[in-house]
């Protein structure tokens, strides 16, 4: 029984970290626009699929592709700001750009089929296939480079904006725009930088994982829906809530294949009902004091 | 005046665009149609891929000797993105506005399920060479007239030959697994009737994973501890791959086995040589098991060398075959091409199609391993216990498992 939790932990921090990397994503963009970029499962695949065209049609190192990767998707982050958000953010209660993000990933998505094709493509770990043992707990090399990368990553996200300046005034930007613009930050500058940064973590996602989930089109969808469950569950607007928050969609998942493998896909959604239900700001969300 | 002047041309030249284009029409009688619905995109693209060549060659060869009295037959191909409700689209469009005489496909046991019951009510032909689910003949075996038909392994066939290695090998403990997909599901169904049929007991599952999971960790502990010493896996390839690397994860090392799935290219593509050796899959057809099949092997790789050649030999030989009959059954109902647009008559013509496909008996040029005659009125499946066998991976190279 131990052995089996303990491999179901492994396993699930593995899966969850990524979802991690990603809600990190709406995280940034969520605080200082109010939006989020519904396509960040499919900005995850292009990440995945660029890396394979660096990685193995050029042959360049994994390195090498991951930062081409990242430098891709910041590029199309701020494209996506440029023609999908700030037009559509002009009115203050707008919520169009649901709509928009939503259709630049289904644009995104055909392109990609268009320019891979739609089947799954190999992606060689850099590190070899030879599986790892943790105490009894067998894991891929791959595997636990996206634990530590991720979780790193999420942790030099959050110390880029609480000490560099850059961060500090995207992080004043989310805390009173209007303030912010007074002392001198050029707000729309900061909003570029938020979906810069947030679609570089989906690239980074991308190259992260497609060794283990293979490299395709509709590699996206899945992992972009269930970072956003994490992203709820442990409370939109704390990146601490956001990291366990995802750790614990990958963890609870595996936990409930062992008990039943037909609750393993459910249980994530049944999670975010619940708690959406009981506090709606996510686990570590603060809560919202009403003044009447 | 000018307008006017303009106007006048305009509706001459439409009014004689419209009586060229209807003298057209009784000039040139309508080309029978076929048509032709499979997945070219989405999870199982490959099959309809591999059986677009198959049934293009049997129409390329059937054209090529003349066609149907004096013109080619046309094809008309979808794409049912492996979604069943697209199949239910497509198959309704040929029915109703393309006017084909029979339809080859699907390749998706789901969207086989879906399309069925409209070619059995709107009484069409419909050849299926590749969809393995026993449900699709079998659903309307009792009907007076079944017009569901079959060039390829159902799922109980396939079964039964791993139950006949699990017999022969003595093997005790059994762990059943499937996809969370429609034709997982048949196929547990299946795989626990015939095993209980044989008495053999399930250790481990049914156990469900969905077809893009990346993790089976937790449904391969469960089958490590009851200690099972043989497994049954309804999975895809891209899953199947990543079954046997989670049962590296956990180290648990017994041999394995799936459906013809597991011997399909993308399979070895994703899992390298290492990871797919020693996995077992039943299939129907080698390469070089009949003269037939090597003349036709070496004629796909010629036709299609600029697309891999022969690259998924199964699904390419059952469409070929099935197509053919098709087509020869078209010789024997021998229709009218002036008359089908005459909808009663082309109801009568689809009728004929069927009776005809099922009376073949003088069909020995099969590359599968059919026999002359593969179908009969209580019968729908023209590859049987007979045409299967279980076949092994080995050093990236398929052979028949000992």
Redesign the interface.
Known sequence: MFVKIWQALVSGLSVGSIYALIAQGYYVTYITTGALNFGQGEFLMIGALFGVTCYITLGLPYAVAVVASVVLLSAMGAGLERIAIRTTLRHALSLSWVLSTVAVSIIVRNAAVQIWGPEQVKFPSPFGDKVLRIGEAGIFPQELFIIFGSIGTVLLVQFFLKRAVLGKALTAVAHNRRAAAVMGIDVQRMVVLAFVLSSALAGLGGVLIAPITFAWAYMGTVPGIKAFAAAIIGGLENPIGILIGGLAVGVLEQFFGIINSNLKEGITFLFVLLILAVRPTGLMGRKEIEKV | MRARGWLQTAAVGAFAWFALAAAGEVLAAEPVKIGFSVSL??GT??YGKAAMMGFKLALKEYNAKGGYKGQPVEAVIYDDETKPAKGVENVTRLITRDNVVAIVGPVNSGVALAIIDIAQKQQITLMDTIATAEDIIKRYSKEPKNYIFRVSLNDGIQTSFMIDYIQKKGLKKIGLMHD?TGWGQSGRDTALRLMKEANIPVSAGP????Q????M???L??MK?ANVDFIIAYSLA?AG?QIA?SM????IAVPWTGTWGLLAP?FL??G?K??TNGVMAVTSYTVDHSENAKKFHAWVDKEYAADGGDFWPVATAQTYDGTRLVLRALDKVAPDPARLDDRAYMKEVRQKMRDAVESIDDFTTAVTKMKPRPFAPDNHESLGRDSGFLAIWRDGKVVRAQ
């Open positions: 995109t989405g693209d490959d969370s156990e469900v994973f969905d893009n999971d990346t993790d960790t937790p449904q502990t469960k501890e891209p791959v690397k590296q994860k956990i180290g993308n593509r994703l390298g290492d990871l």
